[in-house]
Each structure stands twice: as structure tokens, then as C-alpha cells.
């Protein structure tokens, strides 16, 4: 039995809005669905609608900033929508759509499993003026999602593209210190995934790994990667403490506390990840398109922290690591 309510009831508790006038979500201006509730957090907009037993749910997502290549960008709409929240299965993948307004779309579907229950569920992907972003469908099932397709292909035909203020001036450039760069301090996040959203195929799986920087001079660094094929029911988490300096455009990281825990269905285990001092050159970059700013660290070699390094041809060989993104954990740090 799908368990839709509990998704829901989440939602619903939230502050609920109603418009009928165009949101601006990052790059991106669009008209609502008609006759939903909706919800705006940060990086994204949600919007319901219940039917009796039936439910509609669509989520439209911040655009980001394009990558090197269409596949590379729809792997990895794929890992941050679907695979870090959901278990997917019997993945399929429409062709390539040109739409009305010009847009072409890309969908993928399949059918989605968490600690809740089973739905059935949709990643429509627009890449388009130098940034991606994508629109997600889910309902009880692959029969009632039919119910919900006019309301997302009219917010997905709204779509234009958003006037997008630049950044203000960054302050001038201090003195180089060994002391914490306040700039550096907060929360900066990521994920990715070997799956391949035209398969379904999650060969090493997905990860979450984030960086807490205090002003103390302290970090944590945690990490949650899920098996994917070679073990659908384990999870690995990476739980690291330490210290950072900055100087200059380099950062040393200094671990003094490395755990490793594993989950493989009902029971818990620990292992020992490795314990990696590094440097990085260091540096933010204002991604305009998205209005967010990215953390791009670039070691000397990888590590096994950070894992693969990210797909951005004007970052070669480093890590992006996002200031917006909020990542859902099955294991909360």
C-alpha cells in the first residue's frame, strides 16, 4: 500500500501560499499551476494538490549553471532530484521534446521508494541560456500521475527567463593572514552519482558530502554515500572533525577525528576512512545564472573525502561545493 500521506503531510504543515501571478525561482519566471497549494523554500517551489485518495505533487527547482555537456547535466539533476531523496526503479526515458515556447525538455521516469512508502514519479529537465534546471511530478502511481500532466506541461510551457540582478561589488581584498577567512564560514554542500538516468543504473551510487566551517577555525566534514547495484540496502557515512587555515588562496585541512559507520539493512558497523591532511587552492565563484555562490576547491590530488571531481569545464580538476544547496539525509549529521 503506498503510503502518499505520509510524503504529504510535511508539505501541508508548512505556511501555504496561493498565487496567481508569475514566481521568479533563480533564472527562471513561470505561472503556477492552477488549483494547487504551494510552498517556496529557498531552492525550490513545491505545489500539491489532493483529490481524494489521489494526489498530485510538483516540485520546480532552482536552475544552476549548465556543465560541460547535456549528459553530464542530466546525471546530475538526476543524483540532486531523484536519486539522493528516492530508491528508483524501472527507469525510462522519453525522447527529447520541443515544446511550444521553444524549450526542449528531457524526461526521465520511474518508480520511487523511500521511508514512507512507493510512488510513482517524473524528472523533466530544461536546459536552456547557459543554465539547467528541472521540474519534478510525483503521484500515488504511474495510472493517477496521468492526472497530474496538464498542470506540470502548463508550468513547464510558462517557463521565460528571469532578469537576474548581478552581484554586488565583493569588498576589497585584505591583507593575507593564517587566520580564519570569515568568508569561508557556513555550510557548503554537494552530491553526485554514477547513475545513469537513461538506464536507471546506479553502479557505485550516490553521496552527499557537505563542509560546516566554524569561526573558531574548526570544520566538520560529513558525508553520505548509498550503495546503489553492489548494495541496494547500504549506506556508508563519513564523519570528520578538524582544523582549517587559510592563507592566501590556499586552505589546509587537518583532520583530528575520522569515522566510518556503514548501514546494511538492519544492522550498523564501523570501518576506518582515511585520514587526509591537504591543501587546497581556494577560491568562491558567483554562478549569475543561479544567484548562488560555490566553494571550488582545487587539491593537489584527489582525495577520498571529496571523491570524483566535479563536471565543469572552467574548473578543471577540483570540487564545487554550493552555499544554497540543502541536502536530504537518510542519517542526519
Known amino acids: ?23 521568479t525561482l533563480g ?8 488549483s494547487f497549494e504551494g510552498v517556496k523554500k529557498p531552492a525550490q517551489h513545491e505545489y500539491t494538490r489532493i483529490t481524494g485518495t489521489t494526489f498530485c505533487l510538483l516540485g520546480v527547482f532552482v536552475p544552476r549553471q549548465e556543465g560541460s555537456n547535456l549528459a553530464s547535466d542530466l546525471k546530475l539533476e538526476w543524483s540532486n532530484i531523484v ?19 521553444g524549450l526542449t525538455e528531457y524526461v526521465s521516469a520511474a518508480s520511487l521508494a523511500d521511508a514512507a512508502g512507493s510512488y510513482y514519479g517524473e524528472l523533466a529537465v530544461i536546459r536552456e541560456r547557459g543554465v539547467v534546471g528541472s521540474l519534478m511530478l510525483v503521484s500515488n502511481s ?11 506541461a502548463a508550468v513547464i510551457e510558462s517557463i521565460a527567463f528571469a532578469a537576474v540582478a548581478a552581484p554586488a561589488p565583493a569588498p576589497a581584498a585584505t591583507a593575507t593572514t593564517d587566520t580564519p577567512a570569515s568568508s569561508l564560514i557556513g555550510t557548503w554542500s554537494t552530491s553526485s552519482s554514477n547513475a545513469d538516468p537513461r538506464t536507471g543504473v546506479m553502479r557505485d551510487g ?8 566554524s569561526a573558531d577555525g574548526t570544520y566538520r566534514f560529513y558525508s ?15 564523519s570528520e572533525t578538524g582544523t ?14 575520522v569515522t566510518g559507520t556503514v548501514h546494511k539493512g538492519g544492522s550498523k558497523s564501523s570501518y576506518n576512512p582515511p585520514v587526509e591532511k591537504m591543501t587546497y587552492a581556494v577560491k568562491k565563484h558567483y554562478f549569475e545564472g543561479i544567484g548562488e555562490w560555490n566553494l571550488v576547491l582545487t587539491p593537489t590530488a584527489k582525495t577520498a ?6 563536471v565543469n569545464a572552467a574548473f578543471k580538476d577540483s570540487y564545487l561545493y554550493r552555499d544554497q544547496y540543502k541536502p536530504s539525509w537518510k542519517y542526519p549529521p
Open 1 to 23: 500500500m503506498r503510503n502518499w500521506h505520509a510524503m504529504v503531510v510535511g508539505f501541508v504543515a508548512l505556511a501555504v501560499v496561493t498565487s496567481a501571478h508569475a514566481e
Open 27 to 34: 533564472a527562471w519566471t513561470y505561472m503556477p499551476p492552477a
Open 83 to 101: 536519486a539522493s531523496k528516492f530508491t528508483a526503479t524501472h527507469v525510462t526515458t522519453r525522447p527529447a521534446k520541443k515544446l511550444k515556447s
Open 142 to 152: 504511474s495510472k493517477t500521475i496521468t492526472s497530474c500532466h496538464p498542470a506540470m
Open 206 to 213: 550516490s553521496i552527499i558530502r557537505q563542509y560546516r566551517f
Open 224 to 238: 553520505e554515500g548509498f550503495g546503489g547495484q553492489f548494495g541496494s540496502d547500504t549506506w556508508r557515512l563519513v
Open 244 to 257: 582549517y587555515k587559510r592563507t592566501g588562496d590556499t586552505l589546509t585541512l587537518s583532520p583530528t577525528k
Open 305 to 310: 573525502r571529496d571523491g570524483e571531481f566535479a
